[in-house]
């Protein structure tokens, strides 16, 4: 094979985020002020000449402060438990696209070592997904103070992963922010595209994929 290791997107690359949108919509209705401030502060955040700060969270709260005009302290603490915490409970009622598990099973049984990473904290909602205790690596993207698709996140992927980014090959369902960090980090990148959200250009993606059982042949047939 030409990899050793597979990592991965998790918000719309294993599961749809359709299934995510249903169940949040409630919340974001009730706290829509909060969440489009979250959304223009992340856009923010996505550039990449974006200024490192050493608390990727105060500056996120600092920047939402900013548009809501309210005291950083208190929208960093409603951040933490509307938006981070508030969403975990949700993805215990997602589920994932099909052949996820036995793709993944397939990998780890093939010798391949495993790594998530996203721009979301991520140990609950693996739990509440039943993915967790399936990868050698868990990485936020925020840990790194830089969002994808800047290289910060997928070169530290690629050293606490301990393979070679050339050996790495990285799934997404984000040209922009998936397939664009992952390029520039030196991997491999592989998007889904299925029906269940619009088809992008994908002529950057080294292989597009509808179903998870044509990931693990590519994979495994390389």
């Given at each position: 094979?030409k990899?050793d290791g597979v990592?991965f997107d998790l918000?719309?690359?294993?599961y749809?985020?359709?299934?995510?949108?249903c169940?949040?919509?409630r919340?974001?209705?009730?706290?829509?002020?909060l969440f489009l401030a979250f959304?223009?502060a992340?856009?923010?955040?996505?550039?990449?000449?974006h200024?490192?700060?050493?608390?990727f969270y105060?500056?996120?709260?600092e920047?939402m402060?900013?548009?809501?005009?309210?005291?950083q302290?208190?929208?960093?603490?409603?951040?933490?438990?509307?938006?981070?915490?508030g969403?975990?409970?949700l993805?215990?009622?997602i589920?994932l696209?099909p052949?996820?598990?036995?793709?993944?099973?397939?990998f780890?049984?093939?010798g391949?070592k495993?790594?998530?990473?996203s721009d979301?904290p991520l140990?609950n909602k693996?739990?509440?997904l039943k993915l967790?205790?399936?990868?050698d690596?868990?990485?936020?993207?925020?840990?790194?103070?830089h969002?994808?698709?800047?290289r910060?996140p997928f070169l530290?992927?690629?050293?606490q992963l301990?393979?070679p980014?050339?050996?790495?090959?990285?799934?997404?369902?984000?040209v922009r922010?998936d397939v664009?960090?992952?390029k520039?980090?030196g991997?491999k990148a592989?998007l889904?595209n299925t029906?269940?959200?619009?088809?992008?250009?994908?002529?950057?993606?080294?292989?597009?994929?509808?179903?998870?059982?044509?990931?693990r042949?590519y994979v495994?047939?390389?």
């Amino acid at each position: 094979m030409k990899f050793d290791g597979v990592a991965f997107d998790l918000d719309g690359t294993l599961y749809p985020n359709y299934r995510f949108y249903c169940r949040v919509i409630r919340l974001a209705l009730l706290e829509w002020r909060l969440f489009l401030a979250f959304n223009s502060a992340r856009k923010v955040l996505h550039a990449e000449n974006h200024p490192f700060h050493e608390d990727f969270y105060e500056l996120q709260a600092e920047l939402m402060a900013n548009i809501l005009k309210q005291k950083q302290r208190v929208v960093k603490e409603k951040t933490e438990r509307l938006i981070y915490r508030g969403w975990e409970p949700l993805f215990k009622q997602i589920a994932l696209y099909p052949f996820v598990h036995e793709t993944l099973n397939a990998f780890r049984d093939a010798g391949l070592k495993l790594g998530i990473l996203s721009d979301f904290p991520l140990p609950n909602k693996l739990r509440n997904l039943k993915l967790e205790g399936l990868w050698d690596a868990v990485l936020c993207s925020e840990e790194t103070g830089h969002l994808k698709p800047s290289r910060q996140p997928f070169l530290e992927l690629e050293r606490q992963l301990g393979v070679p980014a050339s050996r790495l090959l990285y799934v997404g369902n984000s040209v922009r922010y998936d397939v664009s960090g992952a390029k520039k980090a030196g991997m491999k990148a592989a998007l889904i595209n299925t029906w269940f959200k619009p088809k992008q250009h994908a002529s950057s993606a080294d292989f597009v994929f509808t179903d998870y059982r044509a990931l693990r042949e590519y994979v495994l047939r390389s």
